[in-house]
T-cell receptor
Framework: DAGVIQSPRHEVTEMGQEVTLRCKPI?????LFWYRQTMMRGLELLIY????????DSGMPEDRFSAKMPNASFSTLKIQPSEPRDSAVYFC?????????????FGSGTRLTVV | AQSVTQLDSHVSVSEGTPVLLRCNYS??????LFWYVQHPNKGLQLLLK??????LVKGINGFEAEFKKSETSFHLTKPSAHMSDAAEYFC????????????FGTGTRLLVSP
């Protein structure tokens, strides 16, 4: 299995532009999580899906952030418009059945820089 | 509610000496507990997990952790550090039943000197 695949690995964009991050979970996993990691705030859970349905988006910082999961093999996290404070590493993770005791498998992350 | 406390933000050891990374948890249920490792500019990798089976859990790269309910601890150890162990380590708790998200600690940075 190729694991959780995120793209792009790096993204540099100008303030005000739209940014779309992509994630392909492990085949058969039915839960997907988006995290943001910064030096100041550590790892933050933004949103998670179970069976393609958003379960908890309370971690999404503001309306500029949105996430979709149109099918079991693909999810996007969109920031529009982007701001310099959105600069961070964004991780996608997936798990089986959404049960916490399986743990998560993480992707390699997307490093976003907004200038 | 569940939470974890990683007692040290940084731990420094010499190569070949033992490693101890401390973690205490709080959970209303019988928890599942995990340790993840993150090498520089990499994603998070699962080191080991405890899910109510044996209390001493062995993971990858020679790491192990012991679940101690009486002390609400899940410390990570390794007998002999290697330079490649230098990384950030996260202790994680889950309630272990039902659909619940994992709760991450703030991380401990392990520094290994020659």
């Amino acid at each position: 299995d190729a694991g959780v695949i995120q793209s792009p690995r790096h993204e540099v964009t100008e303030m005000g532009q739209e940014v779309t991050l992509r994630c392909k979970p492990i085949s058969g996993h039915n839960s997907l999580f988006w995290y943001r990691q910064t030096m100041m705030r550590g790892l933050e859970l933004l949103i998670y899906f179970n069976n393609n349905v958003p379960i908890d988006d309370s971690g999404m910082p503001e309306d500029r952030f949105s996430a979709k999961m149109p099918n079991a093999s693909f999810s996007t996290l969109k920031i529009q418009p982007s701001e310099p404070r959105d600069s961070a590493v964004y991780f996608c993770a997936s798990s089986l059945s959404g049960q916490g005791n399986y743990g998560y498998t993480f992707g390699s992350g997307t490093r976003l820089t907004v200038v | 509610a569940q939470s974890v406390t990683q007692l040290d933000s940084h731990v420094s050891v010499s190569e070949g000496t033992p490693v101890l990374l401390r973690c205490n948890y709080s959970s209303s249920y019988s928890p599942s507990l995990f340790w993840y490792v993150q090498h520089p500019n990499k994603g998070l990798q699962l080191l080991l997990k405890y899910t109510s089976a044996a209390t001493l859990v062995k993971g990858i790269n020679g790491f192990e952790a012991e679940f101690k309910k009486s002390e609400t601890s899940f410390h990570l150890t390794k007998p002999s550090a290697h330079m490649s162990d230098a990384a950030e380590y996260f202790c994680v708790v889950s309630p272990g039943s039902g659909f619940q998200k994992l709760v991450f600690g703030t991380g401990t940075r392990l520094l290994v000197s020659p």
